[in-house]
């Protein structure tokens, strides 16, 4: 899955030049928390978040008896590029999910400009379309069971648990995997569409395999 699939495109950008109060209404208006700052021909140059705008009036906010006109005749003498990050973050439109999930995670950020080979401003990717992707991966939300499998880390443990479950007619809508607490052994994590998952549990573990629930990770 690519971040192009899942990107927001109808994104709202500001000019180097506009005021930090132009980009505070912006933010207001369309109830966003940061503004992709877009120089000529839609290339990105930075990116101003409410925290740029807290901290550019601040120091009128610590004056006493500062009125809330002083403060945002700050911000309209104030262009974006001045207090603007530029050194930005970014996703390309031809990285994987994978990719900008681990940028939101290492560089701790709420989201990620998402820019063209030219540089361009392509769209948004957000933690919440991270979250709405993983769920749709998951296929959380729809008629379903999940089950988790344990089996040996060598090739052919998915296949044979894939041909359990397809010998009971039942359609599998997602399949993970990922390191087992044993050494030498992966989890599958299966979710499959039926809601009586009591026989192809029993199949399962008939054949070999040891099934995970809560109460395998209880002390």
Known sequence: MFVVRRMQRDIVTVSPAASLFEARELMRG???HQLPVTGENGKL???LSNRDLREASLPVRLIHGATEKEADDLLKNTPVEKVMTRKVVTATVDDTLEDAIVLLHDFRVNSLPVVDGEGRVAGIFSRTDAL???IDVL???EISSRLEVVV?????GLARIMTIIKSFHVNVTSVLTTGAPEEGKRAIFFRVATQN???LKQAISEAGFRILDPSSFRL
Request: charged residues 15%.
């Open 30 to 32: 369309h109830d966003i």
């Open 45 to 47: 140059v930075g990116i």
């Open 132 to 134: 709405k992707a993983f």
């Open 139 to 141: 296929g959380v939300g």
């Open 152 to 156: 040996p880390d060598q090739p052919g």
């Open 197 to 199: 998952v009591v026989p």
